[in-house]
């Protein structure tokens, strides 16, 4: 199921919409998991819609609408499609209800910025946008108060982690800085950091992702931090350099 499911999204996404739509098709009529049925309506939503039949589009929405999943990635699906449907009270309703118990769930603030966009209110869409900013801030700084107060306990995380993984985890997060995915390589620097405090490279990958996303304090701290490990370090001094000029 899942393996099909790839598929067709694998060719809605290559824009092969009819192909695409008949796959979904198919994996609905044999899904069982009410997960699964609401993220096959929802995507059958967007492939009819894709198609511009726009009758049929809203049904899967609505079906999707009226499955009722709890777990996080459900309602984020849920909140997408009332947004779809241009019930954007109930979308905005769910997306807040998340960032309560999830505060940098970075889905629900684009969710809420969505439904402010279809309403016509920028005034709202900038706020969103400054909120989440805040929230990535905040996690941030609690992330780096982690890696610089919990030394011990990520010590004992660092001994009984591969040294593999640990390479992997670098290898991941450069990969995704070159390719411009800057929260996952951030999210992978971090990760690395956990098991690895004083990783200058780590340190200098999670710089230039903040820097890139607009956390220029941010970077500053962690391509400090790189130079105090490894003075020499070329490409972090270009870096600093670059954070002190702007």
């Known amino acids: 199921m899942q393996t099909r499911y790839q598929i067709a999204v694998n060719l809605y996404n290559g824009g092969w919409f009819p192909p ?16 699964m049925r609401l993220k096959i309506h929802s995507s059958l939503g967007q492939c009819c819609a894709a198609m511009r039949q726009s009758d049929l589009s ?12 709890t777990s996080q990635d459900g309602q984020l699906i849920t909140a997408f499609c009332f947004s779809r449907l241009g019930k954007s009270d109930q979308a905005l ?29 920028q005034e709202k869409v900038k706020e969103t946008q400054r909120r989440f900013a805040d929230a ?9 108060s ?16 591969p040294e593999c993984e640990r390479k992997n985890l670098l290898a991941k997060a450069i990969f995704h800085l070159s390719i411009k995915k800057y929260e996952e390589a951030l ?30 304090k ?9 130079l105090k490990l490894k003075p020499d370090y070329r490409e972090a001094k270009k870096l600093l350099e670059q954070l002190t000029n702007t």
């Open 146 to 161: 982690k890696i610089t107060v919990n030394v011990e306990s990520i010590e004992f995380e660092q001994v009984n982690d």
């Open 93 to 121: 309703a769910i997306a807040a209800k998340i960032i309560k118990t999830d505060p940098y769930c970075k889905r629900a603030y684009q969710l809420i910025s969505a439904a402010y966009q279809q309403m016509g209110n």
């Open 58 to 69: 809203r049904s899967h929405f609505e079906a999707a609408v009226k499955i009722n999943e």
């Open 187 to 216: 999210f992978e620097s971090f990760h690395l950091l956990t098991l690895v405090p004083h990783h200058h490279e780590a340190m200098y990958v999670a710089a230039c992702c903040l820097k890139e996303l607009n956390h220029e």
């Open 136 to 144: 990535m801030h905040k996690q941030t700084l609690m992330l780096l």
């Open 20 to 35: 695409a739509r008949a796959e979904f098709e198919t994996c609905l009529k044999t899904a069982t998991n009410p997960f």
């Open 218 to 226: 941010d970077a500053k701290v962690f391509v400090t931090e790189a």
